[in-house]
């Protein structure tokens, strides 16, 4: 460990004073990651309709970006070490997909609502524009242009103690409220938008913008 800026904070700058400070996982912690997918990972993927993908580009740039389609839809498991993830509609800046073409490493992290555990799959992943797989993964009529062809080379399940913390899926402790609606949020971040406040809200009404999910 070493002492940083004013000395207001210690900085942990080798693994050694990491270790020295949160101690050694047990075995089980250490041991649990698998090089292929099992029957419980499979069920896992089938059950969730949204995960986060973690990229970073040739300098470690990192970017965290979330997928999501109907559960049984998210993800095609192609074989125990294969996985396909489609893109769908956006706003086309394909920060994760940039990253991809010069690093290929990326880490996945699965979700089913109302469950603290979550899947975690790493691997090496390719873009891949066209596929015979393609057609199993269309949604509401829409068949993907672009697809994420992971090779799973680390796969685990993880704790629950995040969720629990964060009290994430307990209904009492949301307030989607406590903060601005969406368009305000724009007019503060983003260069001037030439709609008027009623059009902004008329156009993020969840029945208006859902119309652009698959197409």
Not at 33 to 55: E, I, Q
Not at 119 to 139: E, I, K, S, Y
Request: glycine fraction near 8%; include cysteine.
């Amino acid at each position: 460990m070493s002492a940083t800026g004013t000395g207001s904070w210690t900085e942990i700058d080798t693994v050694e004073g990491l270790v020295a400070l949160l101690g050694e996982p047990n075995a089980r912690a250490r041991d649990k990651g698998r090089p292929a997918l099992v029957d419980a990972d499979r069920a896992w993927l089938a059950a969730s309709p949204f995960c986060m993908m973690a990229t970073a580009d040739a300098e470690g740039r990192c970017d965290a970006s979330p997928k999501g389609d109907p559960a049984g839809q998210l993800v095609h498991v192609i074989d125990d070490r294969t996985i396909a993830i489609a893109e769908r509609p956006g706003n086309r800046r394909a920060d994760g997909y940039r990253n991809i073409l010069t690093n290929p490493h990326v880490g996945l992290n699965f979700f089913i609502p109302g469950r603290g555990d979550t899947l975690r799959v790493n691997g090496r992943a390719r873009l891949v524009a066209d596929a015979p797989f393609f057609d199993l993964m269309v949604v509401k009529g829409h068949r993907p242009l672009l697809a994420i062809l992971v090779d799973v080379e680390e796969v685990f399940f993880h704790c629950a103690k995040a969720f629990m913390r964060s009290g994430l899926w307990q209904p009492e402790t949301w307030d989607p409220t406590g903060l601005v609606p969406r368009r305000a949020i724009l007019a503060q971040v983003v260069e001037p938008d030439d709609r008027t406040l009623t059009e902004l809200d008329e156009y993020y009404r969840p029945e208006n913008y859902g119309l652009g999910l698959y197409r």
